[in-house]
Nanobody, 128 residues
């Protein structure tokens, strides 16, 4: 049984920073992609970024590139989403997701269907 447990959400002012964590249990991640998605009220879940665990390579949504960084800790089986220069439009529930190691440059990895396992979500609220 694979479990993804997220933490680190909260309330922050615009321009501030937060770091989300997603700890994975139940399988090794060496042959996986780990992604972050977000969902704002009344909107569809959208791709934020993805990391290929084996290489550490990443790909991001255009609007967060340069502000958000995904990284991993192999020893802790944990992936992180460092979010800097936060904007009110970043407000959403953030989810981590685990799936097969498709090319991170493909459009498919930007779809929720590319992932088999999901965390419970953590709320991020950015005030103006």
């Amino acid at each position: 049984q694979v479990q993804l447990v997220e933490s680190g959400g909260g309330l922050v002012q615009a321009g501030g920073s937060l770091r989300l964590s997603c700890a994975a249990a139940g399988r090794t991640l060496s042959s996986s992609n780990m992604a972050w998605f977000r969902q704002a009220p009344g909107k569809e879940r959208e791709f934020v970024g993805v990391l290929r665990w084996s290489s550490g390579n990443t790909s991001y949504k255009d609007s967060v590139r340069g502000r958000f960084t995904i990284s991993r800790d192999n020893a802790k089986n944990t992936v992180y989403l460092q979010m800097n220069s936060l904007k009110p439009e970043d407000t959403a529930v953030y989810y981590c997701a685990l799936g097969p190691p498709y090319s991170i440059n493909s459009t498919f990895v930007r779809a929720p269907g590319a992932y088999n396992y999901w965390g419970q979500g953590t709320q991020v609220t950015v005030s103006s």
